[in-house]
């Protein structure tokens, strides 16, 4: 094998990826109620949002050692690229770094870069797809990392959830001043900065006109859009996630695009009923 994509499991492989044997996830995991939950194959969506919806304190989430990372980059392939969730949301990208120096001081140099995708969720699907369309177009291991830089600095991310409890409680809103909810059934819609922290774009009352305010700032803000795929990820709500992609593709024209449902971390961030874009 030429090369290897391994992506932290923040962000969703499709079935496709899966088979590819070209990409490969650095589980992270969950604790809730007082058992570990390993962000993998095995991990069942409809018994977790059971037991975060039972438990009386906050999910929290850890990411993969540095010996985790070692051991993936001790493998055939001549170049390795790595996706980790954004390194202001967790440990994962510095995780990924010290297993590179580690693999190094180990086996000696190899070429292995780690992107932070500044994103997270399906936005670390589409940084790693776009490698592979990098690598599958010939390029040089620096013209992929060159190209795929510059494809997350014009990425953009969004979301809208239910509620923004584990975020807020697990220390991923800092910085934000106030955010409107609760009794008045106000929905944030948020989205990530260009360093990859959370950020408020604007809010609405109730779940259906904050999701038609965040398909507005998607149409608005996105350059190029043929050139794009868009992508959406939903916290177990598919119907919802299909009516934001019929809406946005009415405003809009992109290369492709394509709905998946959340993996382990996402789900606990995204909580029940959360939608993520990425375009």
Excluded: W
């Excluded at 690229?81 to 693999?103: D, P, Q």
């Excluded at 009352?205 to 038609?212: E, S, T, W």
């Excluded at 919802?240 to 993996?263: C, G, H, N, P, Y």
């Amino acid at each position: 094998m030429d090369y290897k994509i391994i992506v932290d499991s923040c962000g969703e492989l499709t079935e496709e990826m899966k088979k590819s044997g070209i990409f490969e996830s650095a589980a992270l995991s969950m604790e809730v109620g007082g058992e570990r939950i390993v962000d993998d194959d095995t991990f069942d969506q409809t018994a977790f949002l059971a037991k975060v919806a039972a438990a009386s304190e906050c999910p929290k989430s850890s990411c993969p050692s540095p010996e985790t990372y070692m051991d993936k980059y001790h493998c055939d392939a001549d170049r390795v690229y790595v996706v980790t969730l954004s390194a202001e949301l967790s440990g994962s990208h510095n995780s990924a770094e010290l297993g590179k120096s580690l693999y190094i001081e180990e086996y000696g140099e190899k070429q292995i870069y780690v992107f932070n995708s500044r994103s997270a969720s399906i936005g670390e699907t589409l940084i790693a797809l776009k490698i592979q369309e990098c690598e599958e177009a010939g390029m040089t291991f620096h013209q992929v990392v060159e190209t795929v830089e510059a494809y997350i600095a014009g990425q953009n991310t969004y979301f809208v959830l239910e509620n923004l409890d584990t975020l807020r409680k697990n220390g991923r809103l800092t910085g934000l001043k106030s955010l409107m909810a609760g009794a008045l059934n106000i929905k944030p819609v948020m989205g990530a900065t260009p360093e990859g922290t959370i950020c408020q774009l604007g809010q609405a009352r109730g779940m259906k006109k904050a999701l038609a305010k965040m398909v507005k700032h998607v149409a608005e803000d996105v350059i190029n859009s043929k050139e794009k795929i868009l992508a959406i990820s939903h916290c177990n709500c598919p119907e919802r996630a299909k009516e934001v992609q019929r809406m946005l593709l009415e405003q809009i024209e992109v290369k492709s695009s394509f709905v998946m449902d959340t993996a382990g971390i996402s789900s606990m961030y995204a909580n029940d009923g959360g939608i993520i874009i990425v375009v």
